[in-house]
């Protein structure tokens, strides 16, 4: 039978409008309006997209959403002095710095130059740190999208064999935590793992986030698996692919994310999730 598709897109929808709801109710009751500023530099298309997207977003669930584009030339003083104002302005409870910055920031320093209770986006160490040691803290927002949808099929992590396939801070690192945290046994694979297929094929859940179109084959694939696919890969026609041969493995797991319309939308929301659980301090 083939697998039950993860509707990532239909998920985001309905927690946006959960959202929206705890926003009017929190304006009402308290007089506070989350807000979130992004800040973007230099003029990368796909963060202006992102951007843009996670602006709507917010507006839509009736934050307050505010974007500072600055030009590619700025220096890491200067984009240092806006964080220091966004860090005292008490309208913003959410400060989101949008990543690759232009070579010459040392995107570390201004990371950590984030209020740990603005940063949204979960990155300051001061958030890796207690996500790591099991304190609350404000989690990445793909890792926590995707224990949403696992949440939401009614899966139960506990005692099962999980894979996760990347190691970046971003989303590899925190999703094996988050794992970990509600008793998976957790391996963590990446570029120089040897025997891949094999540690695949023993997992009941696969995380893949190595950013590599389709590497991770159908059958490698164990049946009854629960398949999470965070890649986001355009090909040179234009469309997008996963990390997972997606038909393939729809074909054994026995329930799978898409691309697009899984874990993508689902960072948004969680974007804003953060925010609101922000404003709410
Ligand atoms: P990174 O490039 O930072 O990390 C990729 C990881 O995959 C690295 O740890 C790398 O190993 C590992 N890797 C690369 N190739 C292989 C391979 N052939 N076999 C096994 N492991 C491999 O990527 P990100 O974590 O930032 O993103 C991963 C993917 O997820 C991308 O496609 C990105 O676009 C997407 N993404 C999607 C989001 C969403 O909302 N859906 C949000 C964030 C990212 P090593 O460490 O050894 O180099």
């Known amino acids: 039978m083939p697998a039950q598709i993860i509707d990532g897109k239909k998920l985001a929808t309905q927690l946006q409008g959960e959202i929206a709801t705890e926003v009017s109710r929190l304006s009402s009751s308290k007089g506070i309006v989350p807000g979130l500023v992004a800040v973007l530099v230099g003029n990368n298309e796909a963060s202006k997209v992102y951007v843009r997207n996670k602006e709507l977003a917010c507006k839509k669930a009736g934050?307050?959403?505010?974007?500072?584009?600055?030009?590619?030339?700025?220096?890491?003083?200067?984009?240092l002095q806006l964080i220091d104002q966004l860090n005292r302005d008490a309208k913003v409870h959410g400060i989101l710095v949008q990543l690759p910055l232009p070579k010459h920031i040392d995107e570390q320093k201004i990371l950590r130059s984030i209020d740990p209770k603005k940063d949204v986006d979960g990155f300051h160490p001061v958030n890796m740190g207690n996500l790591l040691i099991g304190q609350p803290s404000m989690v990445p927002c793909t890792p926590l999208g995707i224990m949403r949808m696992i949440e939401s099929i009614g899966y139960r992590l506990e005692g099962k064999e999980?894979?996760?396939?990347?190691?970046?801070?971003?989303?590899?690192?925190?999703?094996?935590?988050?794992?970990?945290?509600?008793?998976?046994?957790?391996?963590?694979?990446?570029?120089?793992?040897?025997n891949l297929p094999e540690?695949?094929?023993?997992?009941?859940?696969?995380?893949?986030?190595?950013?590599?179109?389709?590497?991770?084959?159908?059958?490698?694939?164990?049946?009854?698996?629960?398949?999470?696919?965070?890649?986001?890969?355009?090909?040179p026609d234009g469309k997008l692919k996963g990390d997972v041969d997606f038909t393939g493995a729809s074909q054994r797991a026995a329930y799978i994310t898409p691309v697009p319309g899984g874990v993508g939308p689902m960072t948004i929301t969680m974007l804003l999730w953060n925010t609101l659980q922000a404003a709410k301090l």
């Open 63 to 79: 934050f307050l959403a505010e974007q500072h584009h600055l030009p590619e030339t700025t220096s890491e003083t200067e984009l």
């Open 199 to 235: 540690k695949i094929g023993r997992a009941d859940v696969v995380v893949a986030a190595l950013g590599r179109p389709e590497v991770i084959r159908g059958e490698w694939i164990k049946p009854g698996a629960l398949v999470i696919d965070v890649g986001i890969n355009r090909l």
């Open 162 to 194: 999980a894979i996760v396939v990347g190691r970046s801070n971003i989303v590899g690192k925190p999703i094996a935590l988050l794992l970990m945290q509600q008793n998976a046994t957790v391996t963590i694979a990446h570029s120089k793992t040897a």
